[in-house]
C-alpha cells in the first residue's frame, strides 16, 4: 500500500511572518518536517504544497517534492484538509494512505509516524493522530468544569487520560478523506508522542521556546562538513587555568582529543584553532595535535571570513565550535554553528547542536566522531590487517545509541549486564549500576519478561528452593521481576552515573513497557533471535538494536535481520554456553558476521576471566556485553559465569590499551624509536 506524507507550507503567517522558513536547530521548520517524513520507514514520498519560492526551495532541498498551491487555497481561511486534496489530485499515483503533517511542530520523531502509518495499514484504525495524554482539569469562561465536576476532584491516577492534539501529524485513508472531506472519519486513533515533541509554533514565544528545547531534544546526527574551526577556552579545556607562583598558567584537556584530530585529519577534513588567548599554552597543545592556530585575535569573523576564502571552503560547510558570546559572529557565518553544553545561554540558543560532553572532558573527540560518521567509509582510515585470516572486513557506519556512536574506530561500547543478577532486590542492582559506572561501562543491560507469558505452563507449577524460601517457579519469576517503580528509580540513578541502560524484552507488552520508560535501545537476547512477533515489535519502534546471535544459525539471522533492517542494528557474536568454554568461543564469527550483514559486530561473552573478551576486540569487535556481579558464589542462574567488580575494571582497562595498542595501521617511524635508531643502526640510508 503507497503512502504519501503531505505538507502544507504557505507563505503568509499571522501569528510569526514566515513562519515554515523559522530556522529550529538550525534548520527550517518546512525541512524539519521534509525531513522526518523521510526518515519515516513506512512513508514512500512527501510532497510539500506551497505558495512561497524560498519554501519550494528549501522543501526540494530537504527532499520534497513540491506542488504550486493555488491562491484560492493559500490564505489564513484555508484549512489544511483543501490543500491535501489539491496535492492528492496533482500526484501521478493516488495512495492508499496520506498523511497531514504541519510544520508548526518542530519536534516529529519518524518512529511515531511509522508507528501511527501502521495501525491505518493494519485496518486497525481510518485516521490516526499525534497526542499527548493528559490529565489536565479544564475550565471554559464562565468558570464551569469542561471534563470534571468541580466539586469532586479525583487524583491523577484515578483518571482516565485525555489526549490533547499536538498538531504534528494526521494519518487517514485516502479514500475516507475524500468522501468526507475532513480529518476525522471512521474509527479514530491517537499516537501517543512525548511532551517534549509536542509543542505547537503558533507565536513568537514559542518560536522561542523550541529553539532554546532543539539542543536537548533533536537526535544527535553526524555533521557533515569539510572544515571544523574551534575555540580553545572552554571547548579544548574545561575554561578552567591552573596558576602556578611565577604565574604559567595550565588547563586540562581530554587526552581522547587527540585520537579524533587525528583521524579527522586523515579523512581529509580541514583543521583549525581560532583563540583570543595570547597564553603560549594555546599554541602548546595545538602543536601536540597537529592543527594550524591563529591566537590573539580580536575580531573571530573576519578572520574566519579571511581564511574559508583563501581556502575555497563553502561556509555552509563548515563546523565552528564556540562557548561565548565573542563567538557568536563566526559561528552565525558557517552552516553548522556547534557549541559545549555548559556554554553561556546565547551560545547555546544560536548552536544547531549542543554536544554531550563538556570542553576538556571530550568535546573535541564526540565532535570528531560525528563528523566522521558523515564521511564515506573509504575516507576514514582503518589499519590494515597483517594477516589474512585476521583481515577485517570493510567497516560498516557506526550506529547512534543515545549520546554514543558504536562502530569501528570508535571507543569499544562496554555493556555490563547486570541482567537478573540483582535478585529482585533494588539496592543491588544500584551496587551493580556502580560497579559498571566506576568500571568505566557505557551502558549497563537488564532482562525484562511477562512472567505469565514468557514461563513455560509445565514450570509454572515446579518447586524451587530460593533464597526467600521455597515457591512455585512462577512465584519465584514475579518475585525476581522489576517493575515500573523499580525501572523509574533504575533510569534515574544510572543518568546520575553517566550511564545508559537498555534491557532485553522477552515478550510484546515488555517492549511496550520498555518504550514507555524510552530506552537508548533494545537488545534482542539468543534466545529471542526466531521469535519474529517479538522482532517486528521492536522494528516498529524505530530504536537501534542490538542483536545477540548465540545458538542461531545464519539462515536465523538472515530472518531477523530481514524483520530488523541494518540501518540501526548491531550485531553481536555469541556462544549461548554457560561458562564458554574456549573451544567454543570461535570468535573468527565476528568476521563472518562483519562480511555478512555489514553492520557493526559486538562480542557477547560468558566465559571465566578475560582472555577471549579481550581477544574479540583485537578481531574487531566494536560492543562487549559481559554479566556482572557482585559476588560469583551468589544464589542465582548466572552469577557464576559473570565478572566481579575488579575483573570489570581490569576488562575494561585493558581494551582501552588495546584500542590504543591497534593504532592506525600505517608504518612509521615513531619518536622512541629515534635515539636507538641514531645509536644503533651502523648502516644509514
Not at 506551497?50 to 527532499?63: K, L, M, N, P, S
Not at 522561542?208 to 528545547?213: C, D, G, H, S, T
Not at 514461563?455 to 515457591?471: A, N, S
Not at 559473570?642 to 593504532?663: K, M, Q, Y
Request: proline share 6%; net charge negative; charged share 25%.
Amino acid at each position: 500500500m503507497r503512502v504519501l506524507a503531505v505538507v502544507p507550507a504557505r507563505g503568509g503567517s499571522v501569528g510569526v511572518p514566515l513562519k515554515n522558513l523559522a530556522a529550529v536547530g538550525g534548520t527550517p521548520l518546512v525541512a524539519r518536517a521534509v525531513r522526518a517524513c523521510v526518515r519515516a520507514e513506512l512513508v514512500d514520498e512527501v510532497v510539500v504544497s506551497t505558495d512561497h519560492e524560498g519554501i519550494a526551495e528549501v522543501a526540494r532541498a530537504a527532499g520534497a517534492t513540491v506542488i504550486d498551491r493555488p491562491g484560492e487555497l493559500s490564505g489564513s481561511t484555508a484549512s489544511s484538509e483543501s490543500a491535501v486534496l489539491h496535492a492528492l489530485d496533482h500526484v501521478p499515483d493516488v495512495p492508499d494512505v496520506v498523511i497531514l503533517v504541519q510544520c508548526t511542530s518542530a519536534f516529529i520523531d519518524p518512529a511515531d509516524l511509522d508507528g501511527a502509518i501502521a495501525k491505518v495499514l493494519d485496518g486497525s484504525a481510518d485516521v490516526v493522530f499525534s497526542g499527548l495524554e493528559t490529565h489536565e482539569f479544564l475550565w471554559d469562561a464562565a468558570g464551569a468544569g469542561v471534563n470534571h465536576d468541580p466539586s469532586y476532584r479525583p487524583r491523577r491516577q484515578d483518571r482516565e487520560p485525555h489526549f490533547r492534539e499536538t498538531g504534528a501529524f494526521y494519518v487517514m485513508r485516502t479514500e475516507g478523506l475524500r468522501e468526507h472531506g475532513h480529518r476525522f472519519f471512521g474509527s479514530v486513533a491517537v499516537q501517543q508522542v512525548p511532551s517534549r515533541h509536542a509543542i505547537e509554533i503558533d507565536t513568537p514565544e514559542d518560536l522561542e521556546i523550541v529553539r532554546a528545547l532543539a539542543p536537548f531534544v533533536d537526535e544527535p546526527e553526524p555533521i557533515d562538513v569539510d572544515a571544523v574551526i574551534t575555540d580553545f577556552d572552554g571547548v579544548h579545556t574545561d575554561d578552567r587555568a591552573y596558576v602556578d607562583q611565577d604565574g604559567r598558567e595550565m588547563v586540562t584537556v581530554s587526552r581522547s582529543d587527540g585520537m579524533g584530530i587525528s583521524l579527522l585529519r586523515r579523512s581529509g577534513v580541514k583543521l583549525m584553532i581560532m583563540s583570543t588567548e595570547h597564553n603560549p599554552v594555546v599554541a602548546a597543545r595545538a602543536r601536540k595535535l597537529g592543527v594550524p592556530v591563529l591566537q590573539g585575535l580580536t575580531d573571530k569573523r573576519t578572520v574566519l571570513r579571511d581564511w574559508l576564502a583563501i581556502e575555497g571552503i563553502d561556509p555552509a560547510r563548515v563546523a565552528y565550535v564556540g562557548n561565548d558570546v565573542n563567538d557568536l559572529g563566526p559561528m552565525s557565518d558557517v552552516g553548522w554553528p556547534v557549541t559545549v553544553p555548559d556554554a553561556h545561554p546565547k551560545v547555546r540558543a544560536a548552536a544547531r547542536t549542543v554536544l554531550t560532553r563538556p570542553g576538556g572532558a571530550g568535546a573535541v573527540r564526540e565532535l570528531c566522531d560525528r563528523v566522521l560518521a558523515a564521511r564515506p567509509v573509504d575516507e576514514v582510515a582503518v589499519a590494515p590487517a597483517p594477516r589474512a585470516e585476521l583481515r577485517l572486513a570493510p567497516t560498516a557506519r557506526p550506529v547512534q545509541i543515545g549520546d554514543a556512536l558504536v562502530g569501528t574506530g570508535q571507543p569499544v561500547y562496554v555493556i555490563g549486564e547486570i541482567g537478573i543478577n540483582h535478585n529482585g532486590d533494588l539496592d543491588i542492582a544500584r551496587r551493580l549500576i556502580d560497579v559498571a559506572a566506576e568500571a568505566g561501562c557505557q551502558a549497563v543491560k537488564f532482562q525484562k519478561r511477562t512472567p505469565e507469558i514468557c514461563v513455560p505452563l509445565e514450570q509454572r507449577d515446579q518447586i524451587r528452593q530460593t533464597p526467600w524460601g521455597e515457591m512455585t517457579y512462577m512465584e519465584y519469576k514475579i518475585r525476581t521481576e522489576f517493575g515500573l517503580d523499580e525501572y523509574t528509580q533504575i533510569a534515574k540513578y544510572c543518568q546520575e552515573r553517566g550511564l545508559h541502560w537498555f534491557a532485553s524484552p522477552w515478550d510484546v507488552p515488555s517492549v511496550e513497557f520498555l518504550e514507555s520508560m524510552n530506552v537508548v535501545t533494545h537488545k534482542v537476547a539468543s534466545a529471542s533471535v526466531t521469535d519474529l512477533e517479538l522482532l517486528r515489535a521492536l522494528a516498529a519502534t524505530g530504536k537501534p538494536i542490538i542483536l545477540s546471535t548465540g545458538m542461531s544459525t545464519l539462515e536465523e539471522i538472515d530472518r531477523a535481520v530481514e524483520i530488523i533492517g541494518t540501518s540501526k542494528l548491531v550485531l553481536m557474536h555469541a556462544t549461548s554456553t554457560y561458562p564458554l568454554p574456549p573451544e567454543e568461543a570461535n570468535l573468527r564469527t565476528i568476521i563472518t558476521l562483519q562480511e555478512r550483514y555489514g553492520v557493526p559486530v559486538g562480542y557477547s561473552g560468558h566465559e571465566r576471566g578475560l582472555q577471549i573478551s579481550l581477544a574479540a576486540v583485537t578481531l574487531g569487535a566494536v560492543t562487549v556485553e559481559r554479566h556482572i556481579t557482585l559476588d560469583r558464589t551468589m544464589w542465582g542462574s548466572d552469577h557464576a559465569a559473570s565478572l566481579e567488580p575488579a575483573g570489570l575494571e581490569h576488562l575494561v582497562r585493558d581494551i582501552r590499551i588495546i584500542e590504543t595498542a591497534l593504532g592506525d595501521g600505517v608504518k612509521r617511524v615513531f619518536p622512541g624509536e629515534e635515539a636507538p635508531k641514531s645509536r644503533l643502526r651502523r648502516v644509514k640510508v
